[in-house]
């Protein structure tokens, strides 16, 4: 390398002059730390896959998905349920605070600061620890999501009315209404179809009207007096109209 004007560049031995691709090194060379992903490893995961594959069908064969009957969007007694995954959300909305005109707040907003709390966590606590104890905001938001969940999951099955739910989803044979009959009608004009449902299937806080194992006059003696959580004086119509409706019901039978 000459210096001053007619100065050049020979070479930089900090250089290397063969530039070698960056491979990385089979995991041969690692024994006892590594294995192949075909097909040792895809094989662990695939037996492992079977194992619960096998376990899943057999625990809904044992116990079958609790089917209910067919929806009835006419029935204002029924007690929703959602999935366990959603009963923490489900029970907020039974607070009068997030219900009713305030539901916005708890369908939308207070689980979006929930959720927008856990999002943020990582970035309001960016110390370089990995154990709990060393960040304790982190740590902290997720032990108070956790707790919550687990709380409003709990108290939604706690509360609710495991009886009623049963009753009302329970399965009824099929019977042909006719929505035109006069029976039919007059219970529609006295509100019974509200808990009874529109098929006459019965709901929460009523029984089936189907397949009733009483007579006329016994039947015509609930409707006037109650029974159960049925009021008396339900029925506004002339005893006329109550014969009617009585006869009605005692032909829905099963097929």
Same mark, same amino acid.
């Given at each position: 390398?000459?210096?001053?004007?007619?100065?050049?560049?020979?070479?930089?031995?900090?250089?290397?002059?063969?530039?070698?691709? +960056?491979?990385?090194?089979?995991?041969?060379?690692? $024994?006892?730390?590594?294995?192949?992903?075909?097909?040792? &490893?895809?094989?662990k995961e695939?037996?492992?896959?079977?194992?619960?594959?096998?376990?899943?069908?057999?625990?809904?064969?044992?116990?079958?998905?609790?089917?209910?009957?067919?929806?009835?969007?006419?029935?204002?007694?029924?007690? $929703?349920? $959602?999935?366990?995954? &959603?009963?923490?959300?489900?029970?907020?909305?039974?607070?009068?605070?997030?219900?009713?005109?305030?539901?916005?707040?708890?369908?939308?907003?207070?689980?979006?600061?929930?959720?927008?709390?856990?999002?943020?966590?990582?970035?309001?606590?960016?110390?370089?620890?990995?154990? $709990?104890?060393?960040?304790p905001l982190?740590?902290?938001?997720?032990?108070?999501?956790?707790?919550?969940?687990?709380?409003?999951?709990?108290?939604s099955v706690?509360?609710?009315?495991?009886?009623?739910?049963?009753?009302?989803?329970?399965?009824?044979?099929?019977?042909?209404?006719?929505?035109?009959?006069?029976?039919?009608?007059?219970? #529609?004009?006295?509100?019974?179809?509200?808990?009874?449902?529109? #098929?006459?299937?019965?709901?929460?806080?009523?029984?089936?009207?189907?397949?009733?194992?009483?007579? +006329?006059? #016994?039947?015509? #003696?609930?409707?006037?007096?109650?029974?159960?959580?049925?009021?008396?004086?339900? &029925?506004?119509?002339?005893?006329?109209?109550?014969?009617?409706?009585?006869? &009605?019901?005692?032909?829905?039978?099963?097929?």
């Amino acid at each position: 390398m000459h210096r001053g004007k007619g100065m050049k560049f020979v070479g930089d031995s900090r250089v290397p002059a063969e530039r070698m691709p +960056n491979i990385p090194k089979d995991y041969s060379e690692y $024994p006892g730390k590594t294995e192949a992903f075909w097909p040792n &490893f895809l094989l662990k995961e695939w037996m492992v896959g079977a194992v619960f594959l096998i376990g899943f069908l057999c625990l809904t064969v044992a116990h079958p998905s609790p089917l209910e009957k067919i929806a009835d969007p006419t029935d204002t007694a029924y007690i $929703p349920l $959602p999935d366990w995954y &959603f009963l923490f959300l489900y029970q907020l909305l039974k607070y009068s605070y997030a219900s009713g005109p305030y539901t916005v707040i708890g369908a939308m907003i207070m689980p979006g600061l929930a959720f927008g709390g856990l999002l943020l966590a990582p970035f309001i606590d960016r110390g370089p620890h990995r154990r $709990p104890s060393k960040r304790p905001l982190a740590t902290g938001f997720m032990l108070l999501a956790i707790a919550g969940i687990f709380y409003l999951t709990w108290e939604s099955v706690a509360t609710h009315n495991w009886e009623a739910a049963k009753a009302q989803g329970k399965i009824v044979a099929e019977v042909e209404v006719d929505h035109e009959a006069e029976g039919y009608k007059l219970l #529609e004009a006295n509100t019974c179809l509200t808990c009874h449902g529109a #098929e006459l299937t019965g709901g929460a806080g009523a029984p089936a009207l189907v397949g009733v194992k009483l007579s +006329n006059e #016994e039947v015509m #003696e609930v409707i006037k007096n109650g029974r159960n959580a049925m009021p008396a004086g339900m &029925f506004k119509g002339t005893d006329e109209e109550l014969q009617k409706v009585a006869e &009605f019901i005692t032909s829905l039978q099963e097929k």
